[in-house]
Nanobody, 118 residues
Framework: QVQLVESGGGLVQTGGSLRLSCAAS????????MGWFRQAPGKERDLVAAISPSSGSTTYANSVNGRFTISRDNAKNTMYLQMSTLKPEDTALYYCNTNPPGGLGPNWGQGTQVTVSS
């Protein structure tokens, strides 16, 4: 079964930057549209950025547009999220998955925690 493993989170001050990584096992990664999702305490899990299989198209939530950049390396089965100018409201558990979720199996990874201090 395909596994999705997120990493790169941490504690950062307002205005700082982080780069998240998502490593996927299996041979289907390159054919899947992928996304980064986040879930803050007490809130639903939301899509923040998405990328097409060939990286030709990317979309962003309004709240992160201009600050976050999604990318992928299909040769490495890895996706990235470069986050800049971070704000306290970006604090959440960040997950990767196909977009829409479930294209590589029913399970989510463990996520990676991003905490932005004010």
């Amino acid at each position: 079964q395909v596994q999705l493993v997120e990493s790169g989170g941490g504690l950062v001050q307002t205005g700082g930057s982080l780069r998240l990584s998502c490593a996927a096992s299996g041979r289907s990664f390159s054919s899947q549209a992928m996304g980064w999702f986040r879930q803050a305490p007490g809130k639903e899990r939301d899509l923040v950025a998405a990328i097409s299989p060939s990286s030709g198209s990317t979309t962003y939530a309004n709240s992160v547009n201009g600050r976050f950049t999604i990318s992928r390396d299909n040769a490495k089965n890895t996706m990235y999220l470069q986050m800049s100018t971070l704000k306290p409201e970006d604090t959440a558990l960040y997950y990767c998955n196909t977009n829409p979720p479930g294209g590589l199996g029913p399970n989510w990874g463990q996520g990676t925690q991003v905490t932005v201090s004010s």
